[in-house]
């Protein structure tokens, strides 16, 4: 059997936010409400792949995986990448699928080179629509937009395991239809749930992503079941008491939460 665990379920900087005391920051740090590690799943397919290398990879996973998968170029997507190098895990060629320019990304510049030149990972190209067979899973990477600070690609993974079929895809800019129909065409998908509404922040343009609540009206006859993850800090739907959490339950949806298993 092989299941898909969810390691991670917050935007890049994760619950709570440095520099932040809004309500859920300082109820994730008095322990009233659940710390949120960044977006990152873990497949176990006769092996332990890891999806999106965050800041709290030391937090999610106590043994180095046999492969890892990065979506994009963003600090809670890369930077946990770091943790296989020479001055922690020091990993010997850890198979590492990215896009060609985030691999050239990490193979070019200064700390991430050292992972490259120190044989720590093994830097695998993927483009749209490339497929990786496992021992009873296809992972197969889908180009999808979304903000980019370096022009790298950004992309979600859809994983065909022998009964089930999932999709991770924790950042887009807009639920297009192109990307709503990724969410239809499998059985499971963990979408981007960054923010509740557009007026958490008062920069949401800066920042592109579907809000859940537009999310759910787009889906609402869909019959894949709709986890939503990497939460900001600031989504009401943090708080497991909030009305948002029971309306977003109410209509058949929930929130990913750390340490769930998906079996595929």
């Known amino acids: 059997m092989s299941t898909v665990e969810i390691l991670g379920t917050a935007q890049d900087a994760g619950v709570p936010h440095l520099g932040c005391r809004c309500e859920n920051c300082e109820a994730a740090r008095e322990g009233t409400r659940p710390t949120r590690y960044a977006s990152a799943v873990l497949?176990?397919?006769?092996?332990?792949?890891?999806?999106?290398?965050?800041?709290?990879?030391?937090?999610?996973?106590?043994?180095?995986?046999?492969?890892?998968?990065?979506?994009?170029?963003?600090?809670g997507h890369l930077t946990g990448l770091l943790y296989f190098g020479r001055e922690s895990a020091d990993t010997d060629e850890l198979p590492t699928y990215a896009t060609p320019g985030l691999g050239d990304v990490i193979g070019d510049n200064d700390p991430l080179r050292s992972l490259v030149s120190d044989r720590n990972v093994d830097l695998r190209s993927v483009a749209d629509g490339s497929a990786i067979s496992l021992e009873t899973t296809?992972?197969?990477?889908?180009?999808?937009?979304?903000?980019?600070s370096l022009p790298t690609g950004t992309l979600a993974y859809r994983i065909d395991g022998p009964d089930r079929?999932?999709?991770?895809?924790?950042?887009?800019?807009?639920?297009?239809?192109?990307?709503?129909?990724?969410?239809?065409?499998?059985?499971?998908?963990?979408?981007?749930?960054?923010?509740?509404?557009?007026t958490e922040i008062d920069r949401i343009e800066d920042v592109p992503h579907p809000t859940v609540r537009s999310s759910m009206r787009v889906l609402d006859d869909a019959d894949t079941e709709v986890l939503f993850t990497h939460l900001n800090h600031t989504n009401p739907l943090c708080d497991p008491a909030s009305d948002a959490r029971e309306?977003?339950?109410?209509?058949g949806f929930r929130v990913a939460e750390r340490g769930d298993v998906l079996e595929l």
């Open 43 to 75: 497949l176990e397919d006769a092996g332990r792949y890891l999806f999106d290398a965050t800041p709290d990879v030391r937090l999610q996973i106590p043994e180095i995986p046999d492969g890892a998968f990065l979506t994009h170029a963003h600090l």
């Open 138 to 148: 296809t992972v197969t990477s889908i180009r999808v937009d979304h903000r980019e």
């Open 165 to 198: 079929s999932l999709l991770y895809m924790s950042d887009v800019d807009a639920l297009t239809p192109r990307a709503e129909s990724l969410v239809r065409d499998v059985d499971v998908a963990l979408v981007d749930g960054t923010f509740w509404s557009r």
């Open 247 to 251: 309306e977003l339950e109410s209509a």
